[in-house]
C-alpha cells in the first residue's frame, strides 16, 4: 500500500502563484514516477508534469515555462511550482505515483486531490 497526501491549494487571481506539496508513504520502491494530474469539470484528468527518480521530467504543453515540478527521492515528497496561474488551470490537481513490482506493472496510486481555483 502507498499512501499520498496533498497540500497547498487554494484560491488564486490570475497572474498569481500556488505551490502544491505531496507527501508518499507506504511501500514505496526506489524507482519510481511521481507527478501531478488535474481535472477540470467536465473534462478529462490530463498530465500536468511528472517526474521519475532519476531526474527525467515530462511536461503538457500548456504549462512549460509556468510550472516547475521537484521532488526528494529520500523524503518521497513531490512539489508543483505554479507562476504565472491562469483561469484555465482551474481543476482539482491529483498527486500520482507510478511504480511496478511482479503483480502489478506499472501501478498508479492517487492522492485525494486538491482545489486550485484560478479567478479574479
Known amino acids: 500500500q502507498v499512501q499520498l497526501v496533498e497540500s497547498g491549494g487554494g484560491l488564486v487571481q490570475p497572474g498569481g502563484s500556488l505551490r502544491l506539496s505531496c507527501a508518499a508513504s507506504?511501500?514505496?520502491?526506489?524507482?519510481?514516477?511521481m507527478g501531478w494530474y488535474r481535472q477540470a469539470p467536465g473534462n478529462q484528468r490530463e498530465l500536468v508534469a511528472t517526474m521519475a527518480s532519476g531526474g527525467s521530467t515530462n511536461y503538457a504543453d500548456s504549462v512549460k515555462g509556468r510550472f516547475t515540478i521537484s521532488r526528494d527521492n529520500a523524503k518521497h515528497t513531490v512539489n508543483l511550482q505554479m507562476n504565472t496561474l491562469k483561469p484555465e488551470d482551474t481543476a482539482v490537481y491529483y498527486c500520482?505515483?507510478?511504480?511496478?513490482?511482479?503483480?502489478?506493472?506499472?501501478?498508479?496510486?492517487w492522492g485525494q486531490g486538491t482545489q486550485v481555483t484560478v479567478s479574479s
Open positions: 500520482n505515483l507510478r511504480q511496478s513490482n511482479a503483480y502489478r506493472p506499472d501501478y498508479d496510486y
Open positions: 507506504g511501500n514505496i520502491f526506489r524507482i519510481n514516477v
